[in-house]
């Protein structure tokens, strides 16, 4: 099973910029489907953007134009970059992933994101 290591959270203010990193253990060519989630206190946890094996890209509306997913499957990695923030997107950003054959989630730990207003 993937391990996954995010990377990049931190303290930014309202339309700054982040730039997420998730690390996984083994080859994301082979992996199905990765995506960032993310849960903010009191609410449920949501898909914010995802990226297929073939390319294909899916965001939440809400995040839109702001951020975008990419991976770099030399490197073993998916970005977040998320521009434009707003204190709304504050929330505790989680990488995971599809394996090929598989149908759930496999969670990294999470990395914290606040946006000051």
């Known amino acids: 099973q993937v391990q996954l290591v995010e990377s990049g959270g931190g303290l930014v203010q309202a339309g700054g910029s982040l730039r997420l990193s998730c690390g996984a253990s083994?080859?994301?060519?082979?992996?199905?489907?990765m995506g960032w989630h993310r849960q903010a206190p009191g609410k449920q946890r949501e898909l914010v953007a995802r990226?297929?094996?073939?390319?294909?890209?899916k965001y939440v509306e809400s995040v839109r134009g702001r951020f975008t997913i990419s991976r770099d499957n030399a490197k073993n990695t998916v970005y977040l970059q998320m521009n434009s923030l707003k204190p709304e997107d504050t929330a505790v950003y989680y990488c995971?992933?599809?394996?090929?054959?598989?149908?759930?989630?496999?969670w990294g730990q999470g990395t914290q994101v606040t946006v000051s207003s």
């Open positions: 995971a992933a599809v394996e090929i054959g598989a149908s759930f989630w496999v």
């Open positions: 083994k080859s994301i060519s082979n992996i199905n489907v």
């Open positions: 990226i297929n094996t073939d390319g294909s890209l």
